[in-house]
């Protein structure tokens, strides 16, 4: 079975700096997704970047990127110039890649890290 | 707007008082699921549906229901909620395919069971 980790329950940065969520999984597949979602105390669940297992290139979105180690099965956050609506519950999460190409929809969510960020 | 709505938003009720949160999409989406969200455990999903009449256990489904009669509606339907049932649930539906089609959230459920 799928696992998802998340080994950092709370984290803290400096406004404008620079802070690295981390993230390892768990899986016996080749290809798959994997998701870091944000969750601010509105809870919403909002997706902040998505990562394709074949694609070698990080994904990278405005602030926010990922190193995306597949032979360590690692998958980190990166988030350069924190601004104070970074605060919020970040989830990593894996998804399975269908054999027609897609998501099946079913999400393994990691514990959450909770992020503040200190003006 | 393409949403997917949940009602109610919040929901305090006794042990052993039936209840049904309502889950309904507007994408005309395929798939549908149900979350719970705990302190310490991250989200679990709790059935989740392929299409119509086509329903599927997650990791915790145990005391919980689900109908999926027609495409847009996906009811969780608590016969005898307990204690422990109380938690943060999220509905959530995409269009699996042969492109990726993100999950869209409902804004959730937040459920007190005394």
């Known amino acids: 079975a799928q696992t998802v980790t998340q080994s950092q329950p709370e984290m803290s940065v400096q406004e404008a700096e620079t802070v690295t969520l981390s993230c390892t999984y768990d899986t016996s597949e080749s290809d798959y997704y994997l998701f870091w979602y944000k969750q601010p105390p509105s809870r919403q669940m909002i997706l902040v970047i998505r990562?394709?297992?074949?694609?070698?290139q990080n994904a990278t979105e405005n602030r926010f990127s990922v190193n995306f180690q597949k032979a360590a099965k690692s998958f980190s956050l990166k988030i350069s110039d924190s601004q104070l609506g970074d605060a919020a519950m970040y989830f990593c999460?894996?998804?399975?890649?269908?054999?027609?190409?897609?998501?099946?929809?079913?999400?393994?969510f990691g514990k959450g890290t909770k992020l503040s960020v200190k003006p | 707007e393409a949403q997917v709505t949940q009602n109610p938003r919040y929901l305090i009720t006794v042990t052993g008082k039936k209840l049904t949160v309502t889950c309904s999409q507007n994408m005309n989406h395929e798939y549908m699921s149900w979350y719970r969200q705990d302190p310490g455990l991250g989200l679990r999903q709790i059935y989740y549906s392929m299409n119509v009449e086509v329903t599927d256990k997650g990791d915790v489904p145990e005391g919980y229901k689900v109908s999926r009669k027609e495409k847009r509606n996906f009811p969780l339907i608590l016969e005898s909620p307990s204690p422990n049932q109380t938690s943060l649930y999220f509905c959530a539906s995409s269009s699996p395919g042969q492109a990726y089609s993100p999950l869209h959230f409902g804004n959730g459920t937040r459920l007190t069971v005394t």
């Open positions: 999460a894996y998804s399975m890649l269908m054999n027609y190409g897609g998501s099946q929809g079913n999400l393994i």
């Open positions: 990562q394709e297992a074949y694609k070698q």
